[in-house]
T-cell receptor, first 110, second 117 residues
Framework: GIQVEQSPPDLILQEGANSTLRCNFSDSVNNLQWFHQNPWGQLINLFYIPSGTKQNGRLSATTVATERYSLLYISSSQTTDSGVYFCAVASNFGNEKLTFGTGTRLTIIP | GAVVSQHPSRVICKSGTSVKIECRSLDFQATTMFWYRQFPKKSLMLMATSNEGSKATYEQGVEKDKFLINHASLTLSTLTVTSAHPEDSSFYIC?????????????FGPGTRLTVL
């Protein structure tokens, strides 16, 4: 099956800093989503982005499908950004089964 | 955005008992729902696909007789952990896809934390 690797595994930043999280996948995808898992375990949808670039406030994401990677940018980090960020992909059109990446644990220090 | 609920949010039970977890899509219909399992500090692993009106399909290594899935309606799927044991303790999360145009977005429930004593 498709392999999804995220980097870095852990990231500790001062409040106000910017960060870039990376997601590499081993096969072509028709679905790619970024999630933020908060400390209570809830997965919050950030982006649906199988290709192209999207922005939502301080967050933006870019997926280069031909090179099999996606990037999540967080600018002006806040303590509420802390948590685990996952990318998840589905590799076949019409197959909604998501394979999750290994995750990046982000800690924002006041 | 679409809302998916789960109940209960937390359950503690004795070894040997069965536990039922409900997953509901609150404002949309879902012919398919998915059940995931997450161990502490690990990623989510897909357990099974719940299909409305037909049998669930299980991922390799997941015991279908241990984890019973019923998709009774277009808004409800249930996962029953039968004869639970301490190794079944985990965080169980369901999801449902919502298709809008060409976007096929998965929405996740808040999860159920199961502790088996």
């Amino acid at each position: 099956g498709i392999q999804v690797e995220q980097s870095p595994p852990d990231l500790i930043l001062q409040e106000g800093a910017n960060s870039t999280l990376r997601c590499n996948f081993s096969d072509s995808v028709n679905n790619l989503q970024w999630f933020h898992q908060n400390p209570w375990g809830q997965l919050i949808n950030l982006f649906y982005i199988p290709s192209g670039t999207k922005q939502n406030g301080r967050l933006s994401a870019t997926t280069v499908a031909t090179e099999r990677y996606s990037l999540l940018y967080i600018s002006s980090s806040q303590t509420t950004d802390s948590g685990v960020y996952f990318c998840a992909v589905a590799s076949n059109f019409g197959n909604e089964k998501l394979t999750f990446g290994t995750g990046t644990r982000l800690t924002i220090i006041p | 955005g679409a809302v998916v609920s789960q109940h209960p949010s937390r359950v503690i039970c004795k070894s040997g008992t069965s536990v039922k977890i409900e997953c509901r899509s609150l404002d949309f219909q879902a012919t398919t729902m998915f059940w995931y399992r997450q161990f502490p500090k690990k990623s989510l692993m897909l357990m099974a696909t719940s299909n409305e009106g037909s049998k669930a399909t299980y991922e390799q290594g997941v015991e279908k007789d241990k984890f019973l899935i019923n998709h009774a309606s277009l808004t409800l799927s249930t996962l029953t952990v039968t004869s639970a044991h301490p190794e079944d303790s985990s965080f169980y999360i369901c999801s449902a896809p919502l298709t809008s145009g060409w976007a096929d977005t998965q929405y996740f429930g808040p999860g159920t934390r199961l502790t088996v004593l």
